[in-house]
């Protein structure tokens, strides 16, 4: 903490510049400060931050030209970048839209393990949960901390990235355990090659080389590979078992809503829409990167609900099958008295 503090007191003319000529639109307490007077961190934290104008960011910040003001500054301090998440900026939405996501997920965890009415169920959903509060974690976590300094933020821009693929290997692993309940042999293998490519993507969102901005459309198309080979067990599917009974069956309208929805997230990113069409209209509220998010959540509760749907089938059909075959046994011993 004492080497943090030291570090900031050493970075403190970011979080206060001196000759600022921002407008104030984003202003909080921010003063302007003689150069004389020594800057107090712990007075800082009190204080607050300006919010800077994309041409006040260091160059590893300037991602989007297109988002004009709403930044936070360069912190320094993990106390500060924790403190900024109940401060309104360009961030703000990014934040909560995950860290609400990831809460919620988790909740359902404990609630399907905690209530016995869901246990046959909780088994089937913990890789969906899991997978889904471990990926919002890790982006509310990155856009946290990401304007801490460019070496915090490329560490867990990592983190954010490494996150994804838990997000589609958990929804597709309990789909999976559904959809494919009376085929163990594809079960297993769908199961075993789309959490290898999961990992696999995991690994290489640790890498240097992998996160470096002329990436960024490679980034996109590795998730976009996931995605495209969580296709084929939902081929299968249709194939096997027909489009009327996948629908009913394997909740495949939720699934083809995700897919698009799924796309459509990827288009926002990478196009930066809207804000490329009005450039600082959209630098608090519903840019594309928050649009995305919320997309993300989106498809996430519409992939909760077709498991539901699935899991209610499918427990409805063992039930009958049972209550089936009980009948006809009691039905073959009342023959054989
Ligand atoms: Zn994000």
């Known amino acids: ?72 500054p360069e912190l320094f301090s993990f106390s500060l970048c924790l403190n900024s998440v109940l401060r309104v900026h360009n961030e703000t939405a990014n934040i909560w839209t995950h860290l609400v996501g990831s809460a919620l997920f988790a909740a359902l965890i404990a609630i399907y393990f905690s209530l016995s009415q869901f246990r046959d169920e909780a088994m089937i959903f913990l890789p969906f949960f899991g997978g889904t509060a471990v990926c919002l974690a890790c982006s509310a976590l990155y856009h946290t901390v990401s304007c801490h300094s460019h070496e915090i933020s490329t560490s867990f821009a990592r983190v954010d990235y490494a996150g994804i693929p838990w997000l589609v290997v958990g929804g597709m692993l309990s789909w999976l ?50 995605v495209a080979f969580s296709v084929i067990p939902l081929l299968h599917c249709v194939i096997a078992i027909g489009l009327k009974r996948a629908v009913t069956e394997a909740s495949m309208c939720h699934m083809l809503i995700i897919v698009i929805l799924d796309l459509l997230a990827g288009i ?70």
């Open 1 to 72: 903490m004492a080497e943090m503090t030291h570090f900031y007191k050493q970075n403190f003319k970011h979080l206060i510049p001196m000759n600022c000529k921002a407008s104030s639109k984003y202003s909080t307490v921010n003063e302007e400060r003689s150069s004389k007077e020594k800057p107090d961190p712990v007075e800082a934290e009190h204080q607050g931050w300006r919010a800077q104008h994309f041409e006040e960011l260091p160059a590893w910040r300037q991602d989007n030209e297109f988002i004009r003001g709403g930044y936070r």
């Open 177 to 226: 355990q559904l959809a494919f309940q009376h085929d163990h042999t594809s079960r297993i293998v769908y199961s075993t090659i789309i959490p290898i490519l999961g990992m696999t993507t995991v690994v290489m969102s640790l890498t240097d080389k992998f996160n470096a901005r002329e990436y960024r459309a490679f980034r996109v198309m590795c998730f976009g590979l996931i």
């Open 268 to 337: 926002v990113y990478s196009c930066r829409i809207p804000e490329r069409f009005a450039p600082g209209r959209f630098d608090i509220w519903f840019h594309s990167h928050q649009i995305h998010h919320a997309i993300v959540v989106v498809a996430a509760l519409i992939h909760y609900m077709g498991l539901l749907e699935m899991a209610a089938f499918h427990k409805m059909n063992t039930n009958s099958t049972e209550e089936v075959l009980f009948v006809k046994s009691n039905f073959n011993q009342s023959n054989n008295l």
